[in-house]
């Protein structure tokens, strides 16, 4: 078996090898709570174009005056 230079050595605990670096996921919009949706901007399909951009829907949902009411999953019936 070929020796080679290991930079850290592996650290055991509990008789397992212990992983060295974050593994943590890294907070996203899709797995964090947002105040403003997440807008996910996607390529158009062929002969389409895009008319707005991301921040002329932003500045649009800061108008709105009810956000909070409006974003709610659950509507008030």
């Given at each position: 078996?070929?020796?080679f230079?290991?930079?850290?050595?592996?650290?055991?605990?509990?008789?397992?090898?212990?992983?060295k670096n974050n593994w943590r996921?890294?907070?996203s919009c899709y797995n964090?709570?947002?105040e403003t949706p997440a807008i996910d901007r996607q390529r158009p399909g062929s002969g389409y174009r895009h008319v707005?951009?991301?921040q002329?829907?932003?500045r649009f949902i800061a108008l709105l005056?009810?956000?909070p009411?409006?974003?709610?999953p659950v509507f008030p019936r």
């Open positions: 078996m070929p020796r230079h290991r930079v850290t050595a592996p650290r055991v605990t509990d008789w397992r090898v212990r992983r996921h890294t907070p964090t709570a947002q707005l951009l991301k002329d829907v932003g005056p009810d956000w009411e409006l974003s709610s």
